[in-house]
């Protein structure tokens, strides 16, 4: 199984980044998908995750009303759209699938891609 993150990058304050996350080895259909993110000097924390089907999203408070997070399962790979960034916004972005639920905690996720740094200028 292969999870391979793209699209981040260095983009000024206010601005938008769309991150994609390609799966490989794996039917995406049976997996719960989700975005962590771990800035420097911190641990890393939860961003977004959405079910299945697409039918249910749950976001970080940071986040939420900024932040999109979607899934094309015939493509294989799930998205987070990332609109009005914000220098606390600065991490390496981690996509993760998981087969048990919708979830914060990383522990429930079997998968992990290898990250895309995202860096927000003031």
């Known amino acids: 199984v292969q999870l391979v993150e793209s699209g981040g990058g260095l983009v000024q304050a206010g601005g938008s980044l769309r991150l994609s996350c390609a799966a490989s080895g794996l039917t995406l259909s049976g997996y719960f998908a989700a975005w962590f993110r771990q800035a420097p000097g911190k641990e890393r924390e939860f961003v977004a995750a959405?079910?299945?089907?697409?039918?249910?999203?749950r976001y970080a408070d940071s986040v939420k009303g900024r932040f999109t997070i979607s899934r094309d399962n015939a493509k294989n790979t799930w998205y987070l759209q990332m609109n009005s960034l914000n220098p606390a916004d600065t991490a390496v972005y981690y996509c993760a699938a998981g087969a048990v639920a919708l979830s914060a905690y990383g522990s429930r996720y079997n998968y992990w891609g290898q990250g895309t740094h995202v860096t927000v200028s003031s």
């Open positions: 959405i079910t299945r089907t697409g039918g249910d999203t």
